[in-house]
């Protein structure tokens, strides 16, 4: 955490603790704790009439949250009376909060006449702080307990995902368990039929014709990401017969897929795909999101076990395709693969079992004798060669490397020039010049940095120094303001475990009323603080009119 999350926590942890853990037997405490957040008084308190009409509003908005409100006898929220709704919602979640009819010992709210105020305090240093963490706990809970409400149509059956020996499987639960079938049945997932070995307690075999090993492993994997099944996940199937035969899916509200425009594939960020030695373990959790592939004339199209991950270090920038730090890289699950048929072939290689096992880009040779060993294709770095041992396991294959082009939309763009007020309609945004005048520029999964190099002409130029050193590196000063450890500065040092994209936006001179898109870049070194000098790798080279060629 950051020093003021770490406040925030010593100021008001019983409170970010029971939140928790915090009973629900409704989403109405809930929903209170989002209308204050929303108000922006959940420090300060409000007015209980203030409180419930802002939490209507927000219930009419969600048809959950108006189900969930109707439920057991619950008025309607979209048809009740303003004096009805306050006089209910002061009786059911403000009650609960503030303690009035009960013996609660632990209470964090109370009743100034007809405010709702907070028992606990928080400096004004980390104010922010506490409210983001709340609001991340809040939302969180509702997801949970809203995703649990949710009721299942007739005849379908959810089942956990868990894990045996690192690879996942799917458990029966003890109630609903007599309705799934029993011994060796096909099922049809992702459009395809799979033999499955039913067993008393789990499904942990799957089997496809004309293909060799389990392919359940793959399958879970493709739909929940490396730590499928692990411990502190909730991931689940629903299994259902549907005209005569089992199908099962994941559990989830939408699950993308493919469209007319290209191939949704699953992407782990923050996966550490390391490009050297087993020396970086696997965070506790792993990011996952979507994104869209449209392959290119010549390149295979993803299959259903590809996902995506960006490769880390260059112990494999060598031979005819190198790989480089920050190079998007589609592999493929592992199903019944036999050694001798992969030598030669750049593999995923876990070190042991755990959760946290670190994992390895190597490519798979022999040693002469019988034996295998996993190479770095750097000639230059002076790697020695290792020794797989029997903790070593090829968790997945490399399929290719991905161009620019493939996932960034605006790879039709590149080297094309736009005024700065015209740049936001790309993104699907709107000019305001308080914003999009700063050379740091923030979006939903989007940042855009946009650079003058020579900034001779520029009032505040002295304190930044931006240069290309090569083609595709480019050195730049963050605003003088921005710390490494700073909400900026994270959100640019990160970007390769949260996935979020950088966006090089560059022009020589301010007097230039032009900036030239120069694609996605990814964070190789930082040094120095306020500003942070940070080089940038890009994933395609500059145009040579902004290189002095």
């Excluded at 979640?93 to 928080?122: C, D, H, Y």
């Excluded at 411990?231 to 005209?243: Q, R």
């Excluded at 999964?445 to 650079?451: E, F, R, S, Y």
Aim: proline share 5%; net charge neutral.
């Amino acid at each position: 955490m950051s020093p003021v999350e770490s406040g925030a926590l010593q100021a008001c942890g019983d409170f970010l603790r029971a939140l928790e853990v915090e009973s629900l037997t409704k989403s109405l405490k809930l929903v209170t704790l989002k209308a204050l957040l929303a108000d922006g008084t959940l420090l300060s308190g409000a007015p209980i009439q203030q409180i419930a009409a802002t939490a209507r509003a927000l219930v009419r908005r969600d048809r959950r949250l108006l189900a969930d409100v109707a439920s057991n006898g619950g008025p309607d929220a979209r048809s009740i009376d303003d004096d009805a709704w306050i006089k209910y919602w002061r009786k059911n979640p403000i009650a609960a909060w503030t303690g009035e009819g009960s013996n609660k010992a632990q209470l964090f709210f109370r009743l100034e006449g007809e405010r709702m105020v907070p028992r606990f305090v928080a400096s004004d240093d980390c104010s922010e702080a506490l409210c983001a963490m709340v609001s991340e706990l809040v939302e969180w809970r509702l997801a949970a307990y809203l995703k649990n409400r949710r009721p299942l149509a007739p005849g379908v059956v959810r089942c956990k995902v868990s894990h045996s020996s690192g690879n996942p499987i799917v458990r029966f639960p003890d109630r609903g368990r007599e309705a799934l079938p029993s011994g060796t049945v096909e099922f049809r997932a992702n459009g395809n039929t799979y033999e499955g070995d039913f067993q008393k307690i789990a499904l942990n075999v799957a089997h496809k014709s004309g293909e060799i090993g389990n392919l359940l492993h793959a399958l879970l994997r493709g739909w929940f990401g490396p730590v499928a099944g692990h411990s502190g996940t909730n991931h689940a199937v629903l299994f259902e017969l549907v005209d005569g035969l089992w199908t099962m899916r994941p559990d989830a509200e939408a699950v993308p897929s493919a469209s007319s425009v290209g191939i949704i594939v699953p992407l782990f960020p923050n996966y550490a795909v390391a490009c050297g030695a087993f020396d970086h373990p696997q965070p506790e959790t792993i990011a996952t999101k979507r994104t869209t592939i449209v392959p290119i004339v010549g390149a295979p199209a993803p299959d259903a076990g590809d996902f995506l991950v960006f490769a880390r270090g260059d112990s494999m920038d060598g031979g005819s395709d190198p790989i480089r730090h920050g190079d998007p890289l589609m592999l493929r699950w592992a199903r019944g693969v036999d050694r001798r048929q992969l030598v030669g072939q750049v593999v995923l290689v876990r070190q042991g079992d755990a959760r946290n096992a670190p994992t390895a880009l190597k490519r798979l040779g022999a040693d002469g004798r019988g034996g295998f060993l996993l190479r770095s294709d750097n000639v230059a770095a002076g790697l020695d060669p290792i020794e797989p041992t029997a903790a070593n396991r090829i968790v997945a294959l490399l399929v290719r490397k991905l161009r620019q082009v493939e996932f960034n939309p605006l790879a039709t763009e590149m080297h094309r020039q736009y005024r700065r007020e015209d740049i936001p309609s790309l993104y699907g945004s709107t000019y305001n010049p308080g914003n999009w005048n700063s050379g740091h520029v923030s979006l939903d999964g989007h940042t855009l940095l946009l650079v003058t190099l020579d900034k001779s002409e520029m009032a505040q130029g002295g304190t930044y120094h931006d240069e290309f050193v090569h083609g595709d590196r480019l050195i730049w000063s963050s605003q003088s303001s921005t710390s490494q450890e700073s909400k900026r500065g994270r959100e640019l040092l990160d970007c390769l475990d949260t996935g979020r994209e950088i966006h090089l936006w560059v022009r020589r001179r301010k007097t230039d009323v032009v900036f030239t898109y120069c694609g996605l870049a990814v964070s190789i070194e930082a040094t120095g603080d306020k500003p942070i000098r940070i080089t940038w790798r890009l994933l395609d080279s500059a145009p040579a009119i902004l290189l002095g060629k």
